[in-house]
């Protein structure tokens, strides 16, 4: 139950985020999640897209770092306190998170989380476990 | 295969005994046609008749770069234009090019060396050597083109540049040689495998690069590419241009033909004579250059050099080893040496790292500061901070491990560092001191 993100290093200099992003939107290229993890020379830009092989190569074409990674997708409702529920149980089966990023569904009932466990295998057992809704990529490119 | 077997394989008193002649008669025709050296002699109270073995060779002065550059154009031609047949020049950056002339003689004396040089890296008359040195004023395509035809191989002259069309031509042509720099052969790879041609593949089998200095993790890194022998050439234009030493396939260190170019390594502070082994600036003399002989010549790169026969293939020619630096473009960081080459072998070191770097110094507050640029290829990137952060540790802390200097090392976009057809660009010093 693991999807696929697309990870690009980018310089820390102005200009660098657009560029990236509107290769992808002149190609029609749908975002539905992204994340930005900077330090001062550099920054890691996450993307969840609804066309990840496409995306990959139009990056890879101009010539920027571009990584497909494996992060699970979490459901669950928007409301205050669920994000706890899930890290409640992450911290119980002892499983660190690399980093997590969020939104919300075009419903507005839901949401999703995005993470990438140090051990993925353990974290998704641990979630499976315990009941939680793990989405495919299908899934979260339709809701 | 060696080319001239009588002379590269000669019994070292033989060969002594040869360039001792040689000196004899080009430094009576230096003293007696150009006035530059006319003049030096004079000055220092030196006749030609004083220089009678190799042993009196540190007599003479020693000749600079700013020589060339002050007699521009033909001043320090021994010949007349008549009996001129080419002339080559350097880009000349900085004031006047440095002007250089051939007889038809030291034409085919060019051929003969670059075809010894072609035959030691391992070619032979079967090869189709693709030719991606520049042609023009610049020596290698010419130097190349000559020693390719004297050895009887099939040249294809694609000169540098327009990577597509190369890799088309090696394709359809089934080269099995490329000449070309270090950097260009490395670009050429790129370029191969980003429109899904594996060089590996090609019928390339034999690399002959030089005009830069390049490190052994380098020329892994080009085998390991192109799944080709990567043989290291040395040459000046001043000299002759390419044709000057060159690796046998064994690699263990560049034969100088010595027959025709004299060396000697010298500290380039007091301009003392060192033994064999121990790392200098190279000083050449030509033994039978017609139009442009030149006596001690202060080439600039540093090295050393052993007279011991190469075990592997006989040759008694003695060897250089790579070119370390060259003494201009080693850069003095906070009062300590550092050449472009140790930064490149630290970045080759460290897993995976590709050669494309940039080294800029900047003076802050009266402190110097190294920066080193470092494109961040697929096999480096990992999707975490702390990733990229521990690999730009690991450099960083090589690099003062290896230099003893603190660099910053900064993490650039792929092809972000301008790609040289030439000579690669490695270093910006913004200082002005």
Request: hydrophobic share 40%; net charge negative.
């Amino acid at each position: 139950m693991k999807i696929k993100q697309l990870s690009l290093f980018l310089e820390n200099t102005s200009g660098r985020l657009v560029d990236a992003l509107s290769l992808l939107g002149d190609a029609r290229i749908n975002i539905r999640a992204l994340s930005l993890s900077d330090t001062s020379d550099f920054g890691i830009l996450r993307l969840i897209v609804n066309d990840v092989d496409r995306a990959y190569q139009i990056l890879t074409d101009k010539h920027y770092t571009v990584l497909k990674s494996d992060v699970v997708a979490v459901e669950v409702e928007d409301r205050p306190g669920a994000l706890v529920d899930i890290l409640r149980i992450l911290k119980d089966a002892e499983i660190n998170v690399e980093y997590t990023y969020a939104f919300v569904e075009r419903g507005g009932e839901q949401a999703i989380l995005i993470f990438r466990f140090d051990d993925m295998e353990k974290g998704i057992r641990a979630l499976q476990g315990k009941g939680v809704t793990l989405l495919t990529a299908d899934q979260v490119r339709t809701r | 295969m060696i080319f001239d077997g009588k002379h590269e394989c000669m019994p070292l008193d033989s060969l002594r005994e040869l360039q001792e002649k040689r000196l004899r008669a080009v430094v009576k025709v230096a003293y007696e046609k150009v006035a530059h050296y006319k003049r030096v002699f004079d000055e220092n109270r030196l006749k030609p008749e004083d220089i009678k073995t190799l042993d009196d060779l540190d007599k003479i002065p020693f000749t600079y770069k700013n020589d060339l550059r002050d007699n521009y154009p033909f001043g320090m031609l021994a010949v007349p234009l008549h009996d001129v047949a080419e002339i080559h020049a350097s880009s000349g950056t900085t004031g006047n090019p440095t002007v250089v002339a051939y007889t038809k003689n030291d034409i085919a004396l060019w051929s003969h060396v670059m075809a010894r040089t072609f035959a030691c890296a391992g070619a032979t008359p079967n090869d189709i050597v693709q030719n991606a040195y520049g042609y023009g004023l610049f020596t290698g395509g010419l130097g190349f083109h000559y020693g390719a035809l004297e050895l009887g191989a099939s040249i294809v002259p694609t000169s540098s540049g327009q990577t597509k069309r190369q890799l088309k031509l090696i394709q359809d042509f089934g080269s099995t040689v490329i000449t070309c720099t270090p950097s260009y052969s490395v670009h050429m790879a790129e370029e191969a495998m980003a429109s899904g041609i594996d060089p590996r593949t090609t019928t390339i089998r034999l690399g002959i690069l030089g005009a830069e200095p390049w490190s052994e993790e380098m020329r892994r890194e080009i085998e390991e590419k192109w799944a080709m022998d990567a043989i290291d050439i040395y040459g000046l234009s001043e000299i002759i241009g390419p044709g000057v030493a060159v690796e046998c396939p064994a690699k263990n260190g560049l034969h100088l033909f010595s027959d025709h170019f004299f060396p000697e390594i010298i500290n380039p502070e007091t301009g003392e004579r060192l033994p064999d082994g121990e790392r200098g600036e190279l000083v050449l003399t030509t033994l039978t250059k017609e139009a442009l002989p030149l006596l001690r010549f202060r080439v600039g790169d540093i090295t050393s050099i052993t007279h011991e026969p190469c075990e592997a293939c006989g040759r008694t020619m003695p060897r250089i080893a790579k070119i370390f630096g060259r003494t201009d473009d080693m850069l003095i960081i906070r009062g300590i040496n550092v050449f472009p080459s140790q930064i490149e072998s630290v970045l080759l070191s460290v897993e995976g790292a590709e050669p494309h770097y940039l080294i800029v110094v900047d003076r802050e507050r009266g402190l110097d500061r190294l920066e080193i640029q470092v494109e961040v290829s697929e096999k480096l990137f990992t999707d975490e901070v702390k990733g990229l952060e521990t690999l730009r540790d690991k450099i960083s802390d090589e690099i003062e491990n290896v230099l003893g200097v603190k660099a910053a090392v900064k993490l650039v976009e792929p092809q972000t560092i301008e790609r040289s057809m030439g000579k690669a660009k490695r270093v910006i010093d913004n200082r002005r001191i």
